[in-house]
């Protein structure tokens, strides 16, 4: 790259490029469109061969979103939304993948996205003003801006199991799914871990391999997708409504239109017109539509309860083995407490001959050996092992890179007990750094695209007031960072979240700091906290 000056950069000063992006997911592509519109130097790295973040990477069978495909894509562009045709209610991980790389290829973003590029490290030169980006390739690229579009589910967890390295099968995980497929007819497969991405691939797995032996440690709750292909009709009437959709998305508390608010309480319903509600709720197929029946689902645990109640209810229905049903039947923690699941076929894939159901919570997983996997029990042959354990979410790709602020301040240092952030954008001790979706916002509470878009034109308008202002630097102050986590503390206090031992907290990686990360104060009343801070001349922030 030529160095050039950066845009109301102080002259003195060339940097390679005016931003970088680091990951070209839905974030990372969306932003580079809108600093290109800048004018804005800018180039975007991605470890992946290709484009698509998330949906690059979990290519496992089943993989489908559990947003609806006319609410989880952009609305950035009317063309582009009306162009497209999504073929089912809940797309698939191919249809999204050919989506966005339909995305990059339409508005030519590919020539500013260097694939094949993982950064390692972000250091700031702080009497300059610029951030020095270093890459697995041996690259050091300089940019006034830095953005970190890296996804809040794009690490894996490690790995925990004593023996791997001895069992002579194939391993898999389902975050880094091979792009050739697998093929396990005859095969048989242990499946270890039943959070979303477990409950998806399992009935798909189990259409395929020979045997099936899936390791739970705990019983989590999953609705049926009731998923579908779209219609004439359905493009038509969605493509219509697109304005008003997407506004409602935009003001409602997940980053989807939001239904009408319950106006009774679980315990006020007859239990004849609770299950009637929940029954119908269950049918629609909608996440969301099943905890918001009554008024009191994610406030009081005896009406949380009568929710169990009915899931329970559907899983013995469905399963027809009484000791699998039972196994089943999430016990744990409250509905709502962790991020519900949504499958295709999930309890009923235990109805099948070649599927098996193990309690690695009555009986733990001592080792991987061999010829398979050892619980306290006994041991279990497989030809195939798969991982679908998690993510040390939200802070884990941030964090595998070593991105030093003021003073050399490692951010792992800053965060060492927690993520703070000022509106989850800006972090104090490290200017000019942005991030996407990231701790401290909805992200992961919400449909994301949404929340992504929103970030991305923050930022942009943003940079663009920097620039107007003749300004070069950005930073959240100590002050606004601190009083914004104590909110974001103080929404989720209390709240069904903090009874679930969640990745929202970090609980699933042993040693993390057990912190609610996202905010739950919903996308649009975080949008209008962003809004103001912007039309307050960036309050909370320092501009020089
Ligand atoms: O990961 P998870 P995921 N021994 O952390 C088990 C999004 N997503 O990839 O609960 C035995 O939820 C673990 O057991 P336990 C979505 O936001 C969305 O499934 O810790 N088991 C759990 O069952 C989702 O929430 C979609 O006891 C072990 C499982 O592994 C998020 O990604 C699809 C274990 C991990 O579940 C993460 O979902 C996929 C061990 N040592 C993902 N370690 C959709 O859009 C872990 N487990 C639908």
Not at 23 to 50: C, I, N, P, Q, S
Not at 156 to 179: I, M, N, Q, V
Not at 290 to 300: E, R
Not at 446 to 468: P, T
Request: with cysteine; proline share 5%.
């Amino acid at each position: 790259t030529t160095p050039q000056h950066t845009s109301g950069a102080t002259p003195s000063v060339t940097t390679d490029f005016d931003v970088i992006v680091v990951g070209a997911g839905f974030g990372g592509l969306y932003m580079l469109h809108r600093l290109r519109g800048l004018g804005l130097k800018t180039v975007v790295l991605e470890a992946g061969d290709g484009v698509g973040g998330t949906w690059y990477w979990n290519r496992y069978p089943g993989a489908r979103c559990d947003v609806e495909s006319k609410f989880y894509s952009y609305s950035f562009d009317e063309e582009l939304q009306q162009e497209w045709e999504w073929s089912e209610r809940y797309a698939s991980q191919p249809e999204i993948l050919r989506y966005l790389e339909h995305v990059a290829d339409r508005f030519d973003l590919l020539r500013d996205i260097r694939l094949g590029t993982r950064v390692t490290a972000a250091h700031l030169q702080e009497d300059e003003g610029v951030w020095s980006v270093g890459t697995d390739t041996g690259e050091e690229l300089t940019s006034r801006y830095c953005v970190m579009a890296t996804g809040s589910l794009s690490v894996g967890k490690d790995l925990e199991f004593e023996g791997l390295e001895d069992f002579e099968g194939a391993c898999y995980r389902t975050s880094r799914w091979p792009h050739e497929g697998v093929d396990f007819t005859g095969k048989r497969v242990a499946i270890i871990g039943t959070g979303s991405s477990g409950v998806q691939s399992i009935p798909a797995i189990a259409q395929q391999a020979a045997q099936v032996t899936v390791l739970q440690r705990t019983a989590g709750f999953t609705l049926p997708a009731h998923n579908r292909p779209l219609t004439a009709d359905d493009h038509n009437s969605v493509k219509a409504d697109y304005p008003a959709l997407r506004q409602a998305s935009r003001t409602s508390a997940l980053g989807i239109p939001a239904s009408e608010p319950p106006t009774l309480s679980a315990l006020e319903a007859s239990p004849e017109d609770r299950t009637a509600r929940y029954q119908e709720r269950w049918d629609e197929g909608a996440i969301a539509r099943l905890s918001s029946a009554f008024t009191d689902l994610t406030t009081d645990m005896e009406a949380n309860a009568t929710a169990v109640a009915f899931i329970h209810s559907k899983i013995r229905e469905i399963v027809k083995d009484p000791a699998t049903a039972e196994k089943l039947l999430p016990r744990d923690y409250p509905f709502g407490a962790k991020r519900t699941c949504f499958d295709t076929g999930y309890y009923a894939a235990f109805n099948r001959d070649n599927v098996e159901l193990v309690d690695v919570r009555a009986t733990p997983i001592t080792r991987v050996t061999a010829k398979g996997v050892a619980t306290t029990e006994t041991e279990y042959p497989v030809d195939a092992l798969v991982f679908a354990t998690g993510f040390d979410a939200m802070t884990g790709a941030l964090l595998s890179m070593d991105i030093r602020g003021r003073a050399g301040l490692p951010l792992r240092d800053k965060w060492a007990a927690g993520p703070r952030t000022y509106l989850g954008l800006g972090i104090q001790g490290f200017p000019n750094l942005f991030l996407i979706a990231g701790p401290g916002s909805p992200s992961v509470l919400s449909n994301v695209v949404a929340s992504i878009e929103q970030h991305v034109e923050w930022i942009s308008e943003c940079l663009d007031a920097l620039r107007g202002r003749g300004a070069t630097a950005i930073e959240a102050t100590e002050e606004a960072e601190n009083t914004w986590v104590d909110h974001v503390n103080a929404v989720s206090a209390g709240s069904l979240f903090m009874r679930a031992d969640s990745w929202y907290l970090g609980a699933n990686v042993p040693g993390k700091p057990r912190v609610f990360m996202p905010y739950a104060g919903g996308v649009g009343t975080y949008r209008k906290a962003c809004d103001k801070v912007a039309a307050n001349g960036y309050e909370g922030f320092d501009i020089t």
